[in-house]
């Protein structure tokens, strides 16, 4: 019988090398016992080459919706645009779907039956966000409310389609403008690059429906900063985390090395949290 030493590693693909993929793809390259980077998926090839010189020579390109043909496992660093295509071949083909466009699933709510009946699996990283587990637990009891507050810098905010369409303005900021109160479901639609973590609350909680939150944009802070309040049964907590913005003002430095974590979780001998 084989033991562990003789265990295949699971091979990774990833759509996309912006900010999160690239410095993802970097790790892999550098090396996580059981996994290995298999192929990427990516818009530019040249672009990608510059970034990464093992693109199309040890690793190979691949299109987007064919990463899932010899991956076990598909990392999604895309345009929110791009991902349904990738999400459903993944699926369809019974991997490992590892999104971090994570406001997309509650815009497509119908891969998580489609996961189930094809014997796929959806994995959703902590990414930029603590508490997640605490949250989880508390989801196996009554959770009565849960609110996140999340401030960013406005460049970070700068573009969001909620924004063009109230004709709200955050360049030049002097002080902080909440520019949004509502539910995590209408978050993510109106902020798809900005409230991942919102959504990634949601689906651990209580659902993008109850789950509330208010979005500020805030010149005084160079951190992406969020403040979750969860009340339940079992416990009354409030956390709040600051994140470092990555190359991309939109996305944490936290969100790169919380996915190889998780990729690290399914083939570790040892690990901890739910």
């Not at 991309?248 to 083939?267: E, Q």
Request: aromatic share 2%.
């Amino acid at each position: 019988m084989n033991g562990p030493k003789d265990r295949k590693p699971l091979q990774v693909g990833i759509a996309g090398l912006g900010a999160v993929g690239l410095e993802v793809a970097k790790r892999l390259i550098a090396g996580v016992p059981g996994l290995t980077l298999a192929a990427v998926a990516v818009r530019d090839a040249e672009k990608a080459r510059r970034k990464l010189p093992q693109v199309g020579d040890s690793i190979p390109i691949r299109k987007m919706t064919e990463l899932a043909n010899d991956c076990d496992i598909v990392v999604e660093c895309l345009p929110p645009a791009l991902f349904r295509d990738v999400a459903l071949s993944a699926i369809d083909k019974g991997r490992i779907f590892m999104p971090l466009s994570v406001a997309q699933l509650l815009e497509n709510g119908d891969l998580i039956e489609r996961a189930k009946e094809k014997g796929a699996r959806i994995l959703v990283p902590t990414g930029a966000l603590i508490g997640l587990d605490a949250v989880r637990a508390a989801a196996e009891g009554t959770i009565h409310s849960v609110k996140m507050v999340t401030r960013k810098p406005p460049a970070g905010l700068d573009g969001a389609p909620y924004l063009r369409e109230k004709g709200i303005s955050v360049s030049g900021l002097k002080e902080p403008l909440k520019v949004f109160d509502g539910s995590a479901r209408e978050g993510a639609r109106g902020f798809p690059a900005n409230v991942n973590v919102a959504a990634a609350l949601s689906l651990a909680g209580i659902g993008p429906d109850r789950t509330q939150l208010e979005i500020w944009a805030d010149p005084n802070i160079t951190r992406n900063t969020h403040t979750i309040s969860v009340d339940a049964d079992t416990a009354r907590f409030t956390m709040t985390i600051e994140n470092i913005p990555s190359e991309n003002p939109r996305t944490g430095k936290s969100v790169a090395p919380s996915t190889v974590a998780a990729l690290r979780a399914l083939v570790s001998e040892l690990k901890v949290g739910t």
